[in-house]
């Protein structure tokens, strides 16, 4: 029996290759669609879809998903099995002073998402959220049963914004749709735009580097093999309308992820102090019970265990470019 066809947007992204380089070793048919943009860095983009491109069952498209008329031309032309929306406008500080692309690539394109995954009958959608969601909740850890009215970023308005309209999608027309609130995700291959990244490059180039609210934050760290395997689940059960959080259901300290990174490059941080950003909450700790009950999602990399992992890809990345 041949294996499902899944269409992958933002395919080129950090979560996307690794799901995509997933699906293609289990032998699926992938099409992914990405449309490329400079947030950060195009080149770490395109080394991605390098890798992408060796697998003769993998299918690539440049464009944006506010493009109804391409992204319905794709669906026709491809007939998924099922659709992961990873495509989004990252980032939730850099949704403070950008708003409007946020409302543009999350809100208007997720609804394109959704209405082709109507008109095509598709079997199932699984999409992207986040746990900024959670917004300014103080209760630990953050359970999918908890309000989310308090909303701190615009990033996270768009999320639960996500969310809704998925789950009226479901209950109008019948859709399957799976929502995957991702908690601080990193590993090999990972975005340049996030703390670990920018810690690692400005510690190794001597440079300093910022820590906000005087390094009194917690994050639930998730490596990303733990978040691909969790999304390759909720794929396989393809819910009819459910939301999960995928993290490691461990809080761990800003000030000992730097501690990790010290230690795996062979030199001290020289740190500056800062006051809390608008927008950012001090703590973030998945509750994943229910999450290991309907996917069987079972986390295994400790920060301590994964830190070395991205660091071994980001030295072999920085020798490559040279």
Avoid at 31 to 44: K, R, T
Wanted: proline fraction near 3%; charge should be positive; charged fraction near 20%.
């Amino acid at each position: 029996m041949p294996k499902e066809k899944i269409l992958v947007t933002g395919s080129s992204g950090f979560i996307g290759m690794h799901l995509c380089i997933s699906l293609l070793k289990d032998g699926y048919q992938v099409l992914g669609i990405d449309n490329m943009n400079d947030y950060y860095n195009v080149d770490l983009k395109n080394s991605r879809l390098e890798k992408l491109n060796k697998y003769i069952n993998f299918n690539f498209e440049q464009y944006d998903i506010t493009n109804l008329e391409k992204l319905t031309s794709s669906f026709k032309n491809f007939s998924p099995d099922k659709v992961v929306n990873l495509a989004a406008q990252a980032g939730v500080r850099y949704s403070i002073n950008n708003p409007h692309s946020y409302i543009e690539s999350n809100i208007v394109g997720f609804m394109n998402i959704l209405e082709c995954v109507r008109h095509f009958k598709i079997e199932g959608l699984i999409y992207a959220s986040s746990s900024s969601v959670y917004g300014a909740n103080t209760k630990l850890p953050f359970s999918v049963e908890d309000s989310t009215e308090n909303q701190v970023s615009i990033y996270g308005v768009t999320k639960r914004t996500n969310e809704l309209m998925a789950n009226s999608y479901s209950h109008l027309y019948n859709i399957n749709t799976t929502g995957l609130r991702f908690f601080t995700v990193y590993g090999p291959w990972g975005r340049p735009d996030m703390a670990m990244f920018i810690f690692a490059d400005n510690i190794i180039n001597n440079k300093e580097i910022t820590v906000y609210n005087k390094g009194l934050m917690n994050r639930d760290f998730t490596y990303i093999d733990d978040i691909v395997g969790g999304i390759f689940s909720a794929i396989k059960k393809n819910y009819p309308c459910e939301i999960f959080n995928l993290g490691s259901s461990r809080s761990e300290k800003i000030m000992n992820m730097i501690k990790y990174i010290e230690r795996a490059i062979g030199k001290k941080a020289n740190i500056t102090f800062e006051d809390i950003q608008l927008g950012d909450i001090k703590e973030t700790l998945a509750d994943i019970k229910y999450s290991e009950q309907k996917l069987g999602y079972k986390p295994t990399i400790s920060l301590n265990k994964g830190i070395p992992k991205f660091m071994n890809w980001y030295k072999e990345h920085k020798n490559m470019k040279k």
